[in-house]
């Protein structure tokens, strides 16, 4: 399994680009996260997907959107780059065990807008 | 607002000795708490868990304590070892993962 997967590692953008961050897993989980971290701040979640075709806000989701076509992908699109969004963009999916959740994270994706 | 609060930016032990990392949460109905493990350029992974019903889970080298009443956890391992040299996140939710918090990381440095 190549687990949690995510592209680009590292990208620049200028302000009022759009891009798509991409992320796919292999583990066949129903769950999946996508968070940011600033520097010196823990991971926030920006939206997250219980299954194909189900999304749903995190604690900070504007300026992003997401979907979920398929089970193994969850893409996270900026419309409008702003500097505020410079940080590292996490993905993440779930496999349940026991009664609760342990969450598999993809490498991360630094993205930079100036 | 920061629910889950890592006070420690940084720790330094020697190989061998016993490190402990600390966490704060404000959140009483959070009842479920995680710590993970992130090297450089990777993402972070489980490391150890505990349930607001125990107050320690133990895994080899990594026992979490929960101090309820005072909204306190905390990570030891011991004995340190320089591959243990990396950032630790705690993070606490209430019900479902859908709702985690994660503190600002601690970066825990073993020297040899």
């Known amino acids: 399994n190549a687990g949690v997967t995510q592209t680009p590692k590292f990208r620049i953008l200028k302000i009022g680009q759009s891009m798509t961050l991409q992320c796919t897993q292999d583990m066949n989980h129903n769950y999946m996260y996508w968070y940011r971290q600033d520097p010196g701040m823990g991971l926030k979640l920006i939206y997250y997907s219980v299954g194909a075709g189900i999304t749903d806000k995190g604690e900070v989701p504007n300026g992003y959107n997401v979907s979920r076509s398929t089970t193994e992908d969850f893409p996270l699109r900026l419309e409008l780059a702003a500097p505020s969004q410079t940080s590292v963009y996490f993905c993440a999916s779930t496999r349940i065990s026991g009664n609760r959740e342990t969450q598999y994270f993809g490498p991360g994706t630094r993205l930079l807008v100036l | 607002d920061q629910q889950v609060k890592q006070n420690s930016p940084s720790l330094s032990v020697q190989e061998g000795r016993i490190s402990i990392l600390n966490c704060d949460y404000t959140n009483s109905m959070f009842d479920y708490f995680l710590w993970y493990k992130k090297y450089p350029a990777e993402g972070p992974t489980f490391l150890i868990s505990i349930s607001s019903i125990k107050d320690k889970n133990e895994d080899g080298r990594f026992t979490v304590f929960l101090n309820k009443s005072a909204k306190h956890l905390s990570l030891h391992i011991v004995p340190s070892q320089p591959g243990d040299s990396a950032v630790y996140f705690c993070?606490?939710?209430?019900?479902?993962?859908?709702?985690?918090?994660f503190g600002a990381g601690t970066r825990l440095t073993v020297k040899p």
């Open positions: 993070a606490a939710s209430a019900g479902n993962n859908n709702d985690m918090r």
